[in-house]
C-alpha cells in the first residue's frame, strides 16, 4: 500500500494561529478575492460559473503556507482511497435505483484501488482502471505548484477524460497517477527522479511507449516537460530511461504548464487578478521548489531547461525531441497568468521538431486549469471533452 506521504505536521500553536486567522483576515480576503474574480469575469464576458472557485483557489494559495495547505488538505493517497470507494459506491447506488448510467457497471468492474510504491519507498503509482486489462496506459502528474496534493477532480478528470476515451474504442485504459513527495519536504529534482522511476517502472511492466501517453496540469504539465528534457538530455540525479522497440511515446499533453519562473511577462500583469495565480503566489511557489536556486540558476546558465524550459532558449534546448515523442499538446486560457509562458514552451518544441505533431490551443473563456475545475463539479466540460478528442486521435 502506498504510504500518505504526509511530514513535518503543524504544532500546536501553529494550528491556533491558523484557526484565529482564518475566522479573520484570511475571511476578508476570500471575500475580497470573490468580488475581484467574479466581476472581472462579468467584465471581460466570459462565464462567471468557474470563477467562484477560481477565486477560493486564489485564496488558500495566496494565503496560506504550504505546511498550512498540506495540513488541511487530504493526502494524495487518502484523496485517491475515498474518491475509488465514493464512485463505486455511486454507481452501485443507481444500479440498485434502477437510474443506471452506461458507466456503472464497468465502473464496478474494473475500477478498484491498485497501489505500488517505488523504488524510492517514498513516491508510488496510484491506478485507475485496471492495468491487467488494460491495452493503453497514461502516466498523469497531477498540479498543485509542487506543495498541493492531488484533488478529487483530477481523478474524475482521469475517468472522464481518458477511462471513458478507451470505453468508447472498446479497449481499456489504466492511469497510473504518480504520487510524489511535496515541497518544502523534498525540492527539485526529486519529482523529476519520482517521475523517471515512474516512466521505467511502467515500461518494465511491458507498457510499450506507442501505448502510451504522458502529462499533466500546472506543476504536473511542468513534470511532464521534465520527463520530455530527461529522455532527450538524462539529468544527472534521475534515472536514465531508455523506451524500447525503437518506439516513441505516442503524446504528451500539458494543461496550463508552468514552465518559467519569471514573474514579468505580460499575461502574469494581465491577468493577476483574475486567475487563481498571481505573480505573488508564483514567486512564493519558485522559492518552495528551488529553495537557494542554486541548482536552479547554474543549469539556467549553461542553457539547460530541465526545471524550467521557457527559461532558456526552448526550441534549442527541445531539439530532437521527436526521436522520442510524437505528439504535444498544450492547452491553455487567455485569463491566465500562463498564458505567454506556455506559449512560449509550445512555439519553441514546434520550431525545431517538425516531426512532432503540436497543438496549441488558447481558450477565451478559461483561466488557469479549467479541466480540474470541471473534473470539481464532475461534468463533462469542454476542457474535458477536448482532452477526450485528443486522447482518441493519439491513442486510437
Not at 505546511?67 to 444500479?95: D, F, G, L, N, V
Not at 498540479?143 to 481523478?155: E, K
Request: aromatic share 10%.
Amino acid at each position: 500500500m502506498a504510504r500518505a506521504l504526509r511530514k513535518n505536521p503543524l504544532r500546536l500553536w501553529e494550528r491556533l494561529y491558523l484557526l484565529v486567522h482564518l475566522l479573520t483576515i484570511d475571511t476578508a480576503h476570500l471575500a475580497l478575492n470573490l468580488v475581484i474574480c467574479v466581476s472581472l469575469a462579468v467584465l471581460r464576458g466570459v462565464p462567471i460559473r468557474h470563477y467562484f472557485r477560481v477565486a477560493y483557489n486564489r485564496f488558500a494559495l495566496g494565503c496560506l503556507s504550504p505546511r498550512e495547505i498540506q495540513h488541511m488538505s487530504p493526502s494524495t493517497a487518502t484523496i485517491y482511497r475515498e474518491w475509488i470507494a465514493s464512485t463505486c459506491a455511486a454507481a452501485q447506488a443507481r444500479i440498485d435505483s434502477g437510474h443506471a448510467t452506461p458507466d456503472d457497471q464497468y465502473i464496478l468492474d474494473y475500477l478498484h484501488r491498485h497501489e505500488e510504491v517505488l523504488s524510492d519507498g517514498e513516491s508510488s503509482i496510484l491506478w485507475v482502471g485496471d492495468r491487467r486489462h488494460a491495452s493503453k496506459f497514461v502516466l498523469f502528474f497531477h498540479g498543485g505548484g509542487f506543495i498541493a496534493p492531488m484533488q478529487d477532480g483530477h481523478l474524475e478528470w482521469c475517468l472522464r477524460s481518458f477511462i471513458q476515451a478507451g470505453r468508447c474504442q472498446g479497449q481499456h485504459v489504466a492511469v497510473a497517477v504518480l504520487q510524489y513527495t511535496l515541497a518544502p519536504e523534498a525540492r527539485y529534482p526529486v519529482q523529476l527522479t519520482q517521475a523517471a522511476d515512474a516512466l521505467a517502472y511502467l515500461l518494465k511492466l511491458g507498457v510499450r511507449p506507442r501505448d502510451l501517453v504522458i502529462g499533466g496540469d500546472s506543476a504536473g504539465a511542468n513534470l511532464a516537460a521534465q520527463i520530455m528534457s530527461h529522455l532527450l538530455h538524462p539529468h544527472p540525479d534521475a534515472k536514465e530511461v531508455a523506451l524500447p522497440y525503437e518506439e516513441r511515446i505516442a503524446g504528451v499533453f500539458a494543461v496550463s504548464p508552468w514552465v518559467s519562473a519569471r514573474t514579468d511577462d505580460q499575461s502574469m500583469a494581465d491577468k493577476a487578478l483574475i486567475d487563481m495565480l498571481s505573480p505573488v503566489i508564483m514567486e512564493k511557489a519558485v522559492h518552495e521548489l528551488f529553495g537557494n536556486h542554486d541548482k536552479y540558476n547554474a543549469e539556467k546558465k549553461r542553457g539547460q531547461g530541465w526545471a524550467m524550459p521557457a527559461d532558456v532558449d526552448t526550441g534549442a534546448w527541445y531539439k530532437g525531441l521527436g526521436k522520442f515523442v510524437e505528439r504535444v499538446y498544450v492547452t491553455v486560457g487567455t485569463q491566465e497568468v500562463f498564458r505567454d509562458q506556455s506559449k512560449v514552451f509550445a512555439e519553441g518544441i514546434r520550431r525545431t521538431n517538425p516531426d512532432i505533431e503540436v497543438v496549441l490551443e488558447e481558450m477565451y473563456d478559461e483561466a488557469h486549469d479549467f479541466i480540474l475545475l470541471e473534473g470539481k463539479r464532475k461534468e463533462d466540460g469542454d476542457a474535458t471533452r477536448r482532452m477526450r478528442r485528443w486522447v482518441e486521435g493519439v491513442l486510437w
